[in-house]
Every structure is written in C-alpha cells, then in structure tokens.
C-alpha cells in the first residue's frame, strides 16, 4: 500500500501543461458498433500519441440522442439522425492532447463520406451521410458541452502516461 500511494503520488506532482489538457469528446456511433470498427478507431487516435482519459458503451436514449444534436433541431433529418444515434450501442470517449479537438476532426474526414479523403474513418469505412461511423466535437465550446452531457467529472481521468515525454517538448 506503501508503494502504491507513493506511485499515485507521484503522477498527481506532475502538472500537465494546457496543451495537454485540450479535451475533445468522441463518438463511434452504431453502425461504426456494429461493423466491428471500435478497434481501427481507438488505434488511431492512440497511435497518434492522443490519451483516453474516458471511455464507456453506452445505448442513448431517443431522447438523450435529442440532447447531444440540440443545434440540428428543425432540420429535416433530425428525427432519422436521432433514430439511428439511439437505435444501438455507442462508444463514448474524451482524448486528450495537443490540438486533439482539430486533428480528431481531421482524423473523422467530411461530413459526407463520399466527399471525405482516403485516410480518415469516414472516407476509409463509410458512404452514406446518414451513417458516418463516428462523432466529434467541432470545437472547444461544444467539445466542453458533449463532454459535460455524456461524462460525469468523475469517470473523466487525469494520469500521467511514460510516454508523454516522447510526445512533448
Ligand atoms: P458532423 O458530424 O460532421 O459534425 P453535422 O454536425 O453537420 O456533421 O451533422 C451531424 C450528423 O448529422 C452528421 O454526422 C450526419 O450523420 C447527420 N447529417 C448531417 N447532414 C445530413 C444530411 N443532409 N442528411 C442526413 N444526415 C445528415
């Protein structure tokens, strides 16, 4: 017990600079569920250097799924978008690092997936707009209200990773 409080102490001491701090939340919807994707998606934004700090499954609501697409209410779309965004399980996680709220954008690729490039999940593993795989913030006011909405302050994790130090300057 000794040995492990003196451990946690030492990773509280470290402080993390704001880069590192920068939060984005993320979503594999159900179809990125479904289709056997979680793995592919959490690999790449691991290997890229970015922290999980949160992460479970979770099946949404009707009326949750309502919550989190709050600004796309009136389109025509709203009513099948939240259908499908409470029609199964979704992972729902917060990264943390360095410019991870633009780069998780970059990583996701268009809106459409037939606009998206090669390269990013949406371009690699999807055609329709209606079931693009995966969620992102769109920047750090609504990274900072998906994180509240989905996550309570306590299942989101400060921790130091060995790593880091090859990551950052
Ligand atoms: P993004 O997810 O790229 O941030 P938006 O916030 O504009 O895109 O839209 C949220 C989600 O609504 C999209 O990911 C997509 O699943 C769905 N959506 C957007 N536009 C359309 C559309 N024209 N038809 C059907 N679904 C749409």
Do not use: C
Not at 37 to 61: N, Q, W
Not at 74 to 92: E, K
């Amino acid at each position: 017990a000794a040995f492990l409080s003196a451990s946690v102490y030492t990773f509280v001491d470290q402080e993390l600079s704001a880069a590192e701090l920068e939060r984005t939340f993320i979503a594999i919807k159900p179809d990125g569920v479904q289709r056997g994707l979680i793995s592919d998606i959490i690999a790449r934004f691991e290997k890229k250097g970015y922290k999980l700090v949160a992460i479970k499954l979770v099946h949404p609501t009707k009326d949750f799924a309502e919550k989190h697409y709050d600004d796309l209410k009136g389109r025509p779309f709203f009513n099948g978008l939240t259908d499908f965004l409470s029609s199964g399980p979704v992972v729902a996680m917060v990264w943390e690092g360095q410019g991870v709220i633009k780069y998780g954008r970059k990583f996701i690729g268009a809106t459409a997936p037939l606009a998206s490039e090669p390269g990013t999940i949406r371009g690699d593993f999807a055609i329709s707009v209606g079931r693009n795989i995966i969620h992102g913030s769109d920047g750090p006011e609504t990274a900072k209200d998906e994180i509240a909405l989905w996550f309570k302050p306590e299942e989101i994790l400060t921790y130091k990773k060995e790593t880091d130090k090859w990551l950052y300057e």
